[in-house]
C-alpha cells in the first residue's frame, strides 16, 4: 500500500481538524499541519499523535497572497523530508472531511499511482480571467506599495504582461486543493530552484495558490498525468468563497453509493467535502455512518 502524506494548512476548526485525522489516520499515512501564525497555537492542543506533525516554521497568512503558497511549500517540503518517502501528498485546509474510508482512499490512490488530481484549465477561462496574474497586486507585508497599487487598480495603470515576465509559460488556474505525486512534488520544487521569475511574478498577483502551482504542472511533462481534484465544493456564482456543507448536502452523498463531480475540470468521484466547521460536528456524525454503510455493501458486493 502507498504512503499518503496529508498537508493541512488551517487557522481554526480544530475539532473538524481532529476528527479529518481520526478518520483518515493509518500506518501508511501521516498528517503534516501548518497553523497560521495570526491563529492561537494552543486550540489545537487537543490534536496530537505518532503520525502527526505541527510545522515549526510558522507563515503569517493572508487570504488570497503568497503567503498561503509559502505555508503550502512549508508542508512539502518538511513531508518530502521524512524518510517515510510518501507516495502521494494531499493538501486540504482543515475543514474538509472524507466521503470515504481512509482504506477506500489508499486503495483508490494505489490504482492511480502517477495521477495528479489538481483541477486546473488554461486561462483566461470562466471564472479565471488573465486579469487575476496581470494586475499587480503587493502583498500585505507592504501596505504602502498595496495602496498604491489598489489605487493605480482603479484606474487600470497596474497592469502588466504576463507573456513578457513567463518567458513563454502558459498559465494555468483552478481550484486551491489537489492530490500530487511525490515525483510532481519534487518537480514543482526543482523548477522553483532553476526559474525563479516565475515564483517573482506570481508573488505580486491575485490568488496565487490557484494559479501557481498549476502552472508549473500545466507546462510540464507531468501535464498529461492530471485529473480533476477530489475535493467537493459547492460554489455561489459570483461569490469568493464555496457555501457551508449543510445536512442537504449530506443527503446528495448519502443518496449515491459513488459521489461524483462533474464540472470545467471534468468528471470524477469526490473523495473529500469542503467546508465544515467546529459549529456543525453533528454532519460529521452522520457522514461517519454513511461512510460505514458504503464499507459494509461494498463488501458484500
Known amino acids: 500500500m502507498s504512503r499518503v502524506a496529508f498537508l493541512v494548512f488551517a487557522y481554526k476548526n480544530p475539532q473538524v481538524l481532529k476528527s479529518q485525522i481520526m478518520a483518515l489516520s493509518s500506518q501508511e499515512c501521516a498528517f503534516f499541519i501548518h497553523i497560521d501564525q495570526k491563529s492561537s497555537i494552543e486550540q489545537f492542543s ?29 508542508l512539502i517540503r518538511q513531508a518530502l523530508a521524512r524518510p517515510e518517502r510518501y507516495d502521494h501528498f494531499v ?35 470562466p471564472g479565471k480571467p488573465i486579469s487575476r496574474i496581470n494586475t499587480l497586486r503587493y502583498t ?40 500530487l505525486s511525490r515525483k510532481s512534488c519534487e518537480y514543482i520544487l526543482d523548477f522553483m530552484e532553476h526559474n525563479p521569475y516565475v515564483e517573482n511574478y506570481f508573488r505580486n498577483t491575485f490568488a496565487p495558490e ?11 511533462p507531468l501535464q498529461s498525468k492530471v485529473r480533476g481534484g477530489l475535493l467537493y465544493e459547492d460554489w455561489p456564482l459570483a461569490s469568493a468563497h464555496p457555501r457551508m456543507i449543510t445536512a442537504k448536502h449530506i443527503a446528495l452523498f448519502e443518496a449515491q453509493e459513488k459521489f461524483y463531480i462533474e464540472d470545467v475540470y471534468g468528471r470524477r468521484e ?17 457522514i461517519d455512518v454513511m461512510i460505514k454503510r458504503k464499507e459494509k455493501c461494498a463488501q458484500h458486493v
Open 140 to 179: 500585505s507585508d507592504k501596505p504602502v506599495r498595496r495602496f498604491a497599487s489598489k489605487a493605480l487598480a482603479k484606474l487600470g495603470l497596474s497592469r502588466r504582461d504576463h507573456k513578457k515576465y513567463l518567458q513563454g509559460l502558459e498559465p494555468y488556474s483552478g481550484i486551491t486543493w489537489w492530490t
Open 270 to 286: 469526490a473523495m473529500f467535502a469542503r467546508k465544515f466547521s467546529d459549529d456543525n460536528l453533528d454532519l460529521l456524525e452522520r
Open 46 to 74: 487537543c490534536i496530537r499523535g505518532e503520525n502527526v506533525f505541527f510545522s515549526k516554521q510558522r507563515i503569517t497568512v493572508y487570504w488570497a497572497e503568497f503567503s498561503g503558497v509559502d505555508a503550502i511549500l512549508v
Open 210 to 220: 490557484e494559479s501557481f502551482f498549476h502552472t508549473i504542472l500545466g507546462n510540464s
Open 91 to 125: 493538501l486540504l485546509s482543515g475543514s474538509e472531511y472524507p466521503l470515504r474510508s481512509g482504506k477506500y482512499i489508499h486503495t483508490f490512490l494505489d490504482a492511480n499511482p502517477d495521477q495528479d488530481f489538481i483541477s486546473m484549465v488554461k486561462m483566461p477561462a
